[in-house]
């Protein structure tokens, strides 16, 4: 059975920074594209970030979030990080840690496309 559990979330104050985890099983990493989305309240869910089979990063960021994550992959501890900086209110959402069976994040960000879901967890930007 295929799991993937989210920690790392809670509230943070504007300008502050946090850092996303997701523990996968059932499955491995390195057979798989997997990252992040997210989905404000009244909004679609939205691809972040995505790491493919052979380690390249995708950024899906708006131009005024562009740099803000950095996602991370560690095979052995078939674990992935989203680092986020520089949080603003705009940024709350739930964050989804999400995987698919293929090779490259072209076909990431159709939500359509993702094979395993993680159940979410809340990310809140206030002061």
């Known amino acids: 059975q295929v799991q993937l559990v989210e920690s790392g979330g809670g509230l943070v104050q504007p300008g502050g920074s946090m850092t996303l985890s997701c523990r996968a099983s059932g499955l491995t990493l390195d057979n798989h594209i997997i990252g992040w989305f997210r989905q404000a309240p009244g909004k679609e869910r939205e691809a972040i970030s995505c790491?493919?089979?052979?380690?390249?990063?995708?950024?899906y960021e708006d131009e005024d979030l562009k740099g803000r994550y950095t996602i991370s992959k560690d095979s052995a501890k078939n674990t992935v990080t989203l680092e986020m900086r520089n949080l603003q209110p705009e940024d709350t959402a739930v964050y989804f840690c999400a995987a698919g069976y293929y090779s490259y994040c072209v076909v990431y960000t159709d939500p359509r496309n993702i094979d395993y879901w993680g159940q979410g967890t809340q990310v809140t930007v206030s002061s």
């Open positions: 790491v493919a089979r052979d380690g390249t990063k995708e950024y």
